[in-house]
């Protein structure tokens, strides 16, 4: 399952790339990200831009670091 791959290579607050995602088709792969998205088990930043879903110590959700959007998204990227 998708959720299950996610959990073990990625952490929370870490950025989600559907071009990161394995699956047989494109399509597969958000019609599933956007069933987790649904349940609440992840959280899209952005089209195509997910990540795990947290709660604070507050008890609300917590959000992505933008910080960490641009830095794999534009620095780290091919290297």
Known sequence: MLYDYIITNFEK???IFLAE???????SV????????????VERLYNGVYYLAYTTILGTKGKISIDKYIQKRYLEANG
């Open 21 to 27: 995602l394995p699956g047989i088709s494109r399509e």
């Open 13 to 15: 607050d870490e950025p």
């Open 30 to 41: 958000r019609q599933e990200m956007k069933k987790l998205t649904d349940e609440g088990k």
